[in-house]
């Protein structure tokens, strides 16, 4: 293993060992795939663990992802992700797994910083939120692709009430050049819309449930090979929908959904989705 | 002799009843975080938050230490912003230039304009136990001084 993913591993691990030094307390919790604003109270912490299936033409992924969340204030976020990888592909699509976790063998750490909040009502408030991740792969190979580090940047803004709820965002994320090898890059974008019926507007404790519509954009990149002529302008483009549900009910949550690719427009080496599935349960301590 | 008139005042000084307005709480797992947050404070009997309602009803045991910044600080801290507070508190009322003034050793409130006549009419300096709504002050700005409007004298 090279020395500098050595470094890397040992911030990340860092990281997670400052975090749970602090106390514990909760907040909220948004879409599945699409990129949100909510971060914790000040001192909260959230236990996620994310059962996540990627199908292709050719194969498919499963992966269960552990995501611990720590709110330093109540405007900033950690959080660090590790996956347990049952399936891999060989051939994998660049993507973002679930809205805050990596969809492929990466380690994940990430701040988010909750730079605009405007609570204006009654369970209403608009805010956005600047996410910076950076990552090391669990995998020395990855489609055939040496894998190198990554970084991850993305600015979300959302609106969220009682019944209705809606966020865009975009994002973008860069591989390192591994050993003359790159894994392409993704620029991607999300919108989400999401919506509490009446019968779900009891109050707190009762059971809190909402739908989400989620779209998701991405534009990824082609690997890139020693001695391979210039592709950067080259890029697959995807959308995907699809429905997620998301339970609540005091300190724990669960959410599942599913997207399906409505346009793959993919350069020769990209490989076709069928469809991605997840789901993922929560404890607010 | 001095401390224990101090001691006096500070045990019978002090907010019993808060219902604070809050704004941007829209989950469970919100009302679940604010909840626990604001039952780890010492000097609460009771506490139900309402998403429904937006606010958290607060009842404060017999000679807490507790004062609405305090109270307020835990909403912020959870990320949301605390507005309107309706309150009884017990304090000492001080008339200042005509205007008066209830101190409760950590706080004051300002009585303002807007108090019945008839209210107004019933104040008098001395220990006193009032209800009203206290105005916002801001998330950023909590300072321990405060507007109250009077709805009521108990």
């Given amino acids: 293993m090279a020395i500098s993913n050595v470094i890397f591993r040992f911030i990340l691990i860092s990281m997670f060992g400052v975090s749970t030094i602090f106390t514990i307390n909760a907040q909220g919790h948004g879409p599945l795939y699409g990129l949100q604003t909510p971060t914790l109270a000040k001192g909260g912490v959230d236990l996620n663990v994310a059962g996540m299936s990627l199908s292709t033409e050719d194969e498919t992924s499963y992966m269960l992802r552990y995501l611990f969340s720590y709110g330093i204030t109540e405007n900033l976020q950690i959080n660090l992700t590790t996956p347990t990888m049952i399936e891999r592909l060989d051939n994998a699509p660049r993507t973002r797994g679930n809205s805050n976790m ?158 399906f690719p409505v346009v793959q427009d993919l350069t020769p080496s990209a490989v076709k989705e069928n469809y991605r599935v997840s789901i993922n349960l929560s404890y607010w301590l | 002799m001095i401390m224990a008139i101090l001691g006096s005042f500070s045990s019978k000084a002090q907010i019993q009843k808060v219902d604070q307005e809050v704004y941007g709480m829209d989950c469970a797992p919100c009302a679940y975080g604010l909840e626990r947050g604001l039952k780890k404070m010492d000097g609460l009997k009771n506490v139900r938050v309402s998403l429904n309602d937006g606010k958290a009803y607060l009842e404060l045991s017999e000679n807490n230490s507790l004062s609405l910044k305090l109270i307020q600080d835990e909403v912020k801290r959870n990320g949301f912003s605390a507005k309107k507070a309706e309150v009884v508190i017990e304090g000492k009322l001080i008339n200042k230039n005509g205007s008066f003034e209830l101190e409760t050793g950590t706080e004051t409130y300002s009585i303002v304009a807007g108090t019945s006549d008839d209210l107004n009419s019933k104040l008098k300096p001395g220990t006193i136990t009032l209800k009203g709504v206290v105005q916002d002050e801001g998330d950023g700005s909590l300072s321990g001084t405060w507007q109250i409007k009077l709805t009521g004298i108990l």
Avoid: C
Wanted: proline fraction near 6%; charge should be negative; charged fraction near 15%.
């Fill in chain 1, 102 to 259: 990596p969809a492929n063998g990466d380690i994940e750490a990430s701040l988010w910083y909750r730079f605009h909040s405007n609570a204006f009502g009654v369970g209403k408030r608009f805010e956005s939120t600047a996410i910076l991740s950076v990552s090391a792969p669990t995998e020395d190979v990855r489609g055939q692709v040496n894998v190198g580090n990554s970084v991850h940047g993305a600015v979300s803004t959302g609106y969220a009430s009682r019944t209705w709820y809606g966020w865009i965002g975009g994002g973008y994320q860069y591989y390192f050049e591994r050993n003359g090898e790159q894994l392409g890059d993704l620029p991607y974008a999300s919108v989400v819309v999401g919506y509490r019926p009446d019968i779900f507007m009891g109050d707190y404790p009762k059971p809190d449930w909402r739908i989400f519509m989620e779209t998701l954009a991405e534009f990824p990149g082609d690997n890139q090979y020693p001695g391979q002529q210039d592709l950067t302008g080259s890029r697959s483009k995807k959308v995907l929908m699809g429905p997620s549900f998301l339970g609540l009910y005091g300190a724990w949550g669960v959410s599942f959904g599913a997207l």
